[in-house]
Structures are given as structure tokens and as C-alpha cells.
């Protein structure tokens, strides 16, 4: 196998679906397994499934369309569209998504034209806007979109669904979720109707879901940096009784030479803006592998134990290497955070092949 190339051990992408599925069963909340990061890998996909996922989503129709061929034992899969549909893009939302989350009544009207000529029911998810500020219909206006879904014959209300943390980092909290569960309540009461999701939110609900006496009305959560990098996203910590290395990125050393500590000559900005700090002396182990930042995110990638990353360019990461014996022709395994996974499976010049280990 050549490199670069991104290794997904699926078993441990199983295996973390499985815990958090379990972990969350007792409150009544479901698992969707969000294939965004890796683009709707079917593989990835397919492991979320047999981990006890509900069904996968998407912010992307390419990747649901990847993730079609996929079923469970109760018969085929939900896909759910997890970005407000482009308004240009209906026809293909409801021929490859069983389900979107939207907010705005000119996507909903077109969602509803566009199925009833395909002859298809699309489920909808009404978006709230809880504070986080990125998509969401203000509270006092969800009633409004809801009795325009419920006029639409060829959508049906699922339920309604709530995004913290992306944006602004807001904390999914009692106070944030509560006001979900009573709009769910108050819906089902004024219009006669039963919602079946109630979406809390990501994988930064999760503190929140697990902590919490009574979960209210949420019985979903859209779970994917939690099952892929075994983390919580608020403040990046591992997740009990998960696993944090399903990924690894495999890069090859192509030069090996010792150099100067500091560099030389007048100094300005490098490729990237901003200059390293470089103050010292004597020689670095520098090692430079072939991956750039077209292929990761350097923020985001971890070397193994000794090893420091001392820049990245488009093509070239410069390493110390420390006390590590690497040569012209080795690899190196990094992890991955959220960033750096997203950048990889994203890189034409990255293959992504099954089982990983550093
Ligand atoms: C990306 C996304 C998710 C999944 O987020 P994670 O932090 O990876 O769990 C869920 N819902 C929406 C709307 C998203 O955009």
C-alpha cells in the first residue's frame, strides 16, 4: 500500500457507535450516524449500522447518494439530509434523502413540488433556533412552518431538531434542550399531530444527554465526531469506553538531513502567512514527509511520541524527529483530529483503506 493514504479501522468505528448507542438507549435517545467527515464512506457507514445507528446522515447529496445501497435488517436505511437543501438542488434531495432539516418556507414548498412529481413522501425535520446562531427558525415562528408542512401533501412532519456548538460554541443544556421538548410538546398539542424525532442535536449534546436525569422529549441525537475520533467536541476530551485512534494517516519520509536549528538570511512571511518561531541552536533530526496542507490540517495531526511537526506547507510537512529512526522511504502514522480526518478523506491524493494502527 502507498501512501499517502488514510487507514479506518471500521471495527473500532463499530465498537464506539455501539457504546454510545447503548449508553444513550436508557434515556430514550437514538443514534443517527453522521458520515460527513469521512463523505458519506459507505464502509463507515455499513460499521455505524451494525453498531445500532438508527439510520445515517449527511450534510452533502453526494454522500447520501453513496450511502443508498446501504440497509439494515429492518429493511432500508434512513438518510437524512442534515444542510438546509439548496433550493436548486430539491428534485435530487428527495430522490436520494429520506429525510432533510430545514429552516426556510421557499426550500419546504420546493421540497413539497419536487416529491409530489416523483411521486414520493419526504419526512422534514423543522430546525430551531436555540442560540448557537447558524440555522434554525426563531421559536416564534416554527408554528408557522409547521402548518405549512402540514398544508404540503407530499411532506410529512418528523419532527423537529436543534444545532448548538458549531458556530458560536453554545453548550447544549437543560435550559436550551428544555425549550425544544416544550415546542414539541406545545406542536403536538395545538395541531393534532405526532412527532416522532426530536433531534437534541451533535455530538456536543452528548455531556448533556448523558448527565441529565430527564432528557425530555429529545429521542435523537446526529452523532459523528463522537463515534469517528472518540471525543466530545466542546472541549475536545476522549470519551470514556471509546476508541480515539479508527484513523490514522500514513505519510513517506522523502528527505532525511540534519539541519541548523535557525534559519538564514532576511526573513518575511512563509507559504502560509505568519513566520515559525525559530530561535535556537545546534542541529534538528529534520525529516520532511510528503503531505501538505492539501491533504491535512496541521492543527490537527498528531506524531507519534518524540516526533514535533515543525511546519507544513502545501506539499511538504517538515518534522523534528527527535530520537526516531526514520529514513528516506518509512512512514510515519499520525493521528487525526476532527480537521486534519475532514482534510484527509477530502484530498484527491489520499487513498482511504480499511484497518488502522499506528
Ligand atoms: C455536522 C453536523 C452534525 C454532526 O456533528 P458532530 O459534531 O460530528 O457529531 C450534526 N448535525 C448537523 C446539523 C451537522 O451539521
Not at 12 to 37: F, M
Amino acid at each position: 500500500m502507498s501512501a499517502p493514504r488514510l487507514e479506518i479501522d471500521l471495527g473500532k468505528v463499530e465498537h464506539n457507535t455501539r457504546v454510545l448507542v447503548e449508553r444513550l438507549a436508557p434515556s430514550g435517545i437514538q443514534v443517527t450516524g453522521v458520515t460527513k467527515a469521512v463523505l458519506g464512506s459507505p464502509a463507515v457507514g455499513a460499521a455505524m449500522l451494525r453498531g445500532g445507528a438508527r439510520g445515517l446522515a449527511d450534510s452533502r447529496v453526494a454522500n447520501l447518494a453513496r450511502l443508498a445501497g446501504l440497509g439494515g435488517l429492518k429493511g432500508p436505511t434512513s438518510r437524512t439530509l442534515i444542510r438546509s437543501p439548496m433550493l436548486s438542488q430539491a428534485a435530487d434531495v428527495v430522490r436520494t434523502a429520506t429525510c432533510s432539516l430545514n429552516t426556510e418556507a421557499v426550500v419546504l414548498r420546493a421540497l413539497d413540488r419536487a416529491a409530489g412529481g416523483a411521486g414520493l413522501r419526504h419526512d422534514v425535520v423543522l430546525m430551531v433556533e436555540l442560540g448557537d446562531l447558524r440555522e434554525g427558525i426563531p421559536v416564534d415562528d416554527v408554528a408557522a412552518a409547521v402548518r405549512l408542512v402540514l398544508a404540503a401533501p407530499s411532506l410529512r412532519l418528523a419532527g423537529l431538531g436543534a444545532n448548538l456548538a458549531c458556530q458560536n460554541g453554545v453548550v447544549p443544556d437543560a435550559r436550551n434542550m428544555a425549550v425544544l421538548s416544550d415546542l414539541a410538546d406545545t406542536i403536538e398539542t395545538s395541531y393534532d399531530v405526532a412527532l416522532t424525532t426530536v433531534s437534541g442535536g451533535n455530538s456536543a449534546n452528548l455531556d448533556w444527554a448523558t448527565s441529565s436525569a430527564n432528557v425530555g422529549r429529545i429521542n435523537d441525537l446526529r452523532l459523528g465526531e463522537a463515534i469517528l475520533l472518540g471525543v466530545e467536541p466542546l472541549r475536545r476530551t476522549p470519551v470514556d469506553g471509546l476508541h480515539q485512534d479508527a484513523f490514522a494517516l500514513f505519510g513517506e519520509v522523502i528527505e532525511r538531513v540534519d539541519k541548523p536549528f535557525a534559519p538564514w538570511g532576511d526573513r518575511a512571511q512563509s507559504a502560509f502567512g505568519g513566520v515559525p518561531e525559530r530561535v535556537g541552536t545546534g542541529t534538528v533530526r529534520q525529516a520532511i514527509v510528503a503531505l501538505g496542507r492539501q491533504d491535512a490540517d496541521p492543527d490537527g495531526l498528531v506524531p507519534p511520541d518524540g516526533i514535533t511537526i515543525l511546519g507544513m506547507s502545501s506539499d511538504h510537512l517538515v518534522l523534528d524527529l527527535g530520537d526516531h529512526p526514520a529514513v528516506v522511504g518509512d512512514e510515519i502514522c499520525f493521528g487525526l483530529g476532527y480537521g486534519a480526518l475532514v482534510r484527509a478523506a477530502t484530498s484527491p491524493f489520499v487513498a482511504t483503506v480499511d484497518r488502522a494502527g499506528c
